[in-house]
């Protein structure tokens, strides 16, 4: 099956640069394309995708799910990852093809679930993207990470400390294994904040954004 979701053109009618954004748990493409909007006057000649993932929700028939969540146990989470990593892959270079842009002119944008997909596929795609922002996630099955990379686009994380869905502790956790692999990183803890993006969080990604799309 092929991946598919909303979209929103680059504000200044001129395509330079891509993102995509990758929803959470029971979400699904809509939940996450408004962020394109609150992007638009820093980010003029980005255009922004977010595709619906492959799985219907058990536990929210109106969502999706890029795996299910039974036990949330560390090798349910690398099966789930493997099983949909391909068509992500393969949807993120159909799109940087239809987008006529390079890859290093696209981005990968995560929250929670989606976080781990885009850690997962980014960092082991052959050509490096721009970058790839995290929130509220974790960097899923890090001990396979050294044997699998193969590009190091820089990575930004974000994530609140009163998370009870997935812990603060994520974000070091996930931060010290990117360090192990030698990928650039930066991060932003939201002092008081659950497990969503604050507007600080929002802010730095722009400007991630900006540098790296240069």
């Not at 699904?28 to 977010?50: C, H, K, M, Q, Y």
Request: aromatic letters at 6%; glycine letters at 10%.
């Amino acid at each position: 099956m092929a991946l598919d979701g909303p979209r929103l053109a680059a504000a200044s009618g001129t395509t330079k640069s891509l993102v995509i954004f990758l929803h959470g748990y029971g979400a699904d493409g809509n939940d996450l394309i408004g962020l394109g909007r609150e992007w638009a006057s820093a980010l003029p000649d980005t255009e922004f995708v977010s595709p619906h993932a492959p799985e219907p929700c058990v536990q929210n028939p109106a969502g999706r799910q890029w795996w299910d969540l039974q036990v949330r146990s560390d090798a349910e989470r690398w099966a789930g990852l493997n099983r949909s990593g391909p068509l992500l892959d393969a949807f993120i270079s159909a799109e940087i093809e239809r987008a006529k842009v390079v890859p290093a002119k696209a981005a990968l944008v995560g929250f929670s679930q989606g976080t781990m997909m885009a850690l997962h596929v980014g960092l082991r795609r052959p050509e490096p993207l721009a970058g790839i922002i995290g929130y509220s996630g974790i960097l899923a099955g890090a001990e396979h990470l050294k044997d699998e990379i193969k590009t190091r686009p820089p990575v930004f994380l974000a994530h609140g400390t009163m998370d009870q869905v997935i812990p603060v502790d994520a974000l070091v956790s996930s931060v010290e294994a990117l360090a192990e692999n030698e990928v650039p990183r930066s991060w932003h803890v939201a002092h008081g904040m659950a497990h969503g993006i604050d507007r600080t969080g929002l802010a730095l990604g722009a400007q991630f954004l900006q540098k790296h799309f240069g």
